[in-house]
Structures are given as structure tokens and as C-alpha cells.
T-cell receptor, first 111, second 113 residues
């Protein structure tokens, strides 16, 4: 059974810092990996989708990498802003179509 | 529609009451998923539809949970005889193909008192 782990569980940084969120998964036979953002009391907003054949994806200040063989992905946020404060969730899609999620990293960016 | 729409946004139910949660996916999205998210946790898979066919219901926690999508568009998740442990956010997601990723709705927060 696929298991997804996200480290750290919570992170607090001053505004302007670059930061890295980590995601690991136990079964490397994935179809794709998706990073989401969740604001308190809200649904999930898709940030980046990486197909299993890709190594990274970029959108603005966000860059996500994928190392399928080692079962790892990282989400890099450049020049963090208070508006980036949210919970970041990593999810993988494998042989089953549904997503398996990690528990998330709660990010706080201090002004 | 432009996004995945879920209703109601909030539901308070007395223990033992039946509830029905609605999901209206993006038009043309063949696949529809239901997830349950407990406080402080990531979403957990409940069930999956492709068009009107329920292809996987392995995540439904008990036979009190029932989902349908009779015409291959709108889906309803029904919970019978609600219990306190059913309190959670219920999220719906849809996709046109798996390669395009998944779009989530805002969820329904269910509180059983």
C-alpha cells in the first residue's frame, strides 16, 4: 500500500526566505505527483503536476522536483511572502486512479 | 461549470440523522472522486466513479456510506445514521484524464453533534 510522508509537519520562516518542503512515497510505481495548497477552511488548489517521466515543473516562484527511483519530491518556494502561508499537500497517483496524500506541511511566513 | 461545486458548504447533523452531500463536477470530466479529510490530516480516498459506474468503493468506512452518480455528472454522497466520528470535511474531485491532474471542490464540512 502506498504511503506518503511529508516533512516537516510545520514550518515558520521570515518573509523573503527561500524554503524547501519534502515529500516521500514508498511505492515508486507512480503515474504522477501533484502538489496542492490548502488555506484554512478551504478546498485544495493545485500548484504543480509532475508526470512520472518528468524531473521537475516550475510555476512562478514555485519549483517541484521528482526523483521517482528514490521516492522523493521537493517543493521549492523562492522569496516567500506572507500570502504563501497555508498547508501544502503532496499526493501521488499510482496503479489505482485515486490520489494518496501526505499529511501536509503547515507553512507560516512571518512579515 | 468553471470549477467543482459542492453543497452545502457546512452541515450540522444530530447523531443518528441521515445527510446527503452534493458534488457538481466540471463539465466533461469523466472521473469523480470523494475524499474524507479529518482535522490536521491529508484527505483519505472514499470512492471513485468513471461516468456513472462506481469502479472503486474500497475507501468507504462502513455500509452507512453510500455514493451515486446516476447520470454520470452530479454525484451524491449519503451518510446514514451519522456518528460523531463522521465529522470531517468531505472533498470531491474530478478529472478529464489522469494525466491532467485533479480539480477539487471547496468541500463540505460535516459536524455531527
Amino acid at each position: 500500500k502506498q504511503e506518503v510522508t511529508q516533512i516537516p509537519a510545520a514550518l515558520s520562516v521570515p518573509e523573503g526566505e527561500n524554503l524547501v518542503l519534502n515529500c516521500s512515497f514508498t511505492d515508486s510505481a507512480i503515474y504522477n505527483l501533484q502538489w496542492f495548497r490548502q488555506d484554512p477552511g478551504k478546498g485544495l488548489t493545485s500548484l504543480l503536476l509532475i508526470q512520472s517521466s518528468q524531473r521537475e515543473q516550475t510555476s512562478g516562484r514555485l519549483n517541484a522536483s521528482l526523483d521517482k527511483s528514490s521516492g522523493r519530491s521537493t517543493l521549492y518556494i523562492a522569496a516567500s511572502q506572507p500570502g504563501d502561508s497555508a498547508t501544502y499537500l503532496c499526493a501521488v497517483s499510482g496503479s489505482a486512479r485515486q490520489l494518496t496524500f501526505g499529511s501536509g506541511t503547515q507553512l507560516t511566513v512571518l512579515p | 461549470g468553471a470549477g467543482v461545486s459542492q453543497s452545502p458548504r457546512y452541515k450540522v447533523a444530530k447523531r443518528g440523522q441521515d445527510v446527503a452531500l452534493r458534488c457538481d463536477p466540471i463539465s466533461g470530466h469523466v472521473s469523480l472522486f470523494w475524499y474524507q479529510q479529518a482535522l490536521g490530516q491529508g484527505p483519505e480516498f472514499l470512492t471513485y466513479f468513471q461516468n456513472e459506474a462506481q469502479l472503486d468503493k474500497s475507501g468507504l468506512p462502513s455500509d452507512r456510506f453510500f455514493a451515486e452518480r446516476p447520470e454520470g455528472s452530479v454525484s451524491t454522497l449519503k451518510i446514514q445514521r451519522t456518528q460523531q466520528e463522521d465529522s470531517a470535511v468531505y472533498l470531491c474531485a474530478s478529472s478529464v484524464t489522469r494525466g491532467n491532474g485533479y480539480t477539487f471542490g471547496s468541500g463540505t464540512r460535516l459536524t455531527v453533534v
